[in-house]
């Protein structure tokens, strides 16, 4: 999205109003989204991120179940913004419990690539250092794309987040690696760019001496880019 356009400007403030609500920071959340919904009233996403902060904290276990328990009644684009509302609120009221990473399991069956459900998934298996567990729901994430250039925009996206968030180069490589390859299918649909996956897999395999593989992947990827 292009932040300079006057349109991404005015959902700017949405974008960080969920940010900060997904991250657990309340009092921020709800000051930054009662902004969002002036600029952008019709927003759906700000007016579900709003209905997630207006519960009575004395009864948010029964907001919860009733969001859940009613979310069956619906069909799945519904009973995700429902189950994200319960979601959101376990995150500010039990993020420790074991229903909140179950709520959001039950949001990415319904849409694996739902963004807020996916960056507190991610946080929370990070914080327990499940390494293993966010590797392998990052490959199912990418295994799902529609066609092989958003799967190697999703791979390459990936292997940024385990270089530069969670400082694992053996992983990163993987991810660029296989960036590199769904590029390099035959058919392949256009993507972003090769350059950074390929800069990553280079700096990983030159570390080893590898660099028989390193041509390799060069060349099975230069007749598709």
Do not use: C
């Not at 949001?107 to 960056?119: R, T, Y």
């Amino acid at each position: 999205m292009e932040l300079k356009s006057p349109a991404a400007s005015a959902e700017l403030p949405g974008i960080v109003g969920e940010a900060l609500l997904d991250s657990g920071q309340r009092e921020k959340a709800t000051a930054v989204l009662e902004r969002a919904v002036e600029r952008t009233p019709e927003s759906t996403r700000v007016k579900d991120a709003i209905a997630a902060l207006q519960y009575d904290p004395e009864f948010w276990i029964d907001e919860v179940e009733r969001l859940t328990n009613d979310s069956t009644k619906f069909d799945d684009a519904t009973a995700t913004r429902m189950l994200l509302r319960a979601a959101r609120i376990l995150r500010l009221e039990a993020a420790d419990d074991p229903s909140f990473e179950k709520t959001l399991r039950a949001i990415l069956a319904k849409d694996l690539q739902e963004p807020s459900a996916n960056v507190m998934l991610e946080a929370l298996l990070a914080a327990a250092q499940r390494w293993d567990d966010i590797e392998a729901h990052h490959e199912a994430r990418a295994e799902a794309s529609a066609n092989s250039g958003e799967r190697a925009d999703r791979y390459r996206m990936f292997a940024l987040v385990w270089l530069q968030r969670f400082k694992d180069r053996e992983r990163a490589a993987r991810f660029a690696e296989k960036a590199l390859a769904a590029v390099a299918q035959n058919g392949a649909q256009t993507t972003r760019s090769v350059v950074a996956p390929y800069a990553m897999l280079t700096a990983h395999l030159g570390e080893r001496g590898d660099w028989q593989r390193v041509v390799a992947v060069a060349e099975a990827g230069l007749a598709h880019v």
